[in-house]
């Protein structure tokens, strides 16, 4: 992501852009107070520490600086990614560790953004549909669908007997259950939700 960012940067003649790769629990590279604005592109609710998380950013915000934050409340990928659970474990799973809804409701995560010493701006919570539309006869479309479940496949592989290949078996099964579902649309895989916008800022 940061080669296809630099791309980016350079068909756009943008010479004012710095490109590094940081965890979200660990922005020690940036000075405290040296940001204005932070953005998290649906990336907070896969964090194990979220508490951490949002002190990092807060940290590294000027006073008045504002986090601007995408995070899922509704998502059809979770409902086939289960469905592809349940084919390959012959049951349902048990619940991830990290859920990618966890961030869902606004009364669990706004007391945890106070906590952190933040303040909503106009706009916070606001909410936009959110659609991926993949082309349905790509191979690598289920792929990208199966990223969710890749630690439990990777799992699964390494306990698999020597042929058998996991990884196949569940692009199979997302395929098989999406045109099952009516996921599948002209030729287009269809992945339909809404995402919630998180816009808080540090007091001033």
Known sequence: M???AKGKA???NLSNIE???ASINDLSAFESGSQDVVTSNFGLMFTEDLPGALAEIH???RPGGH???T???QNSLMTVCGATMVYLLGEAP???PLNPLSMKDPDVVDPKLSAAGFLPAVGHNSTLPLDFVMDASDPKTYKVICLPIKPKIDELQEAAEEGVDVYADAQRDVKEFCESEQFIDSGNLCISGIYRILLVSKPA
Do not use: D, F, G, I
């Open 59 to 61: 940290r590294v915000l």
């Open 67 to 69: 986090m601007v934050a």
């Open 19 to 21: 490109h590094s790769v």
């Open 2 to 4: 940061v080669e296809l």
């Open 71 to 73: 995070v899922w409340e």
């Open 10 to 12: 350079e068909k756009e």
């Open 94 to 96: 048990p619940p991830p």
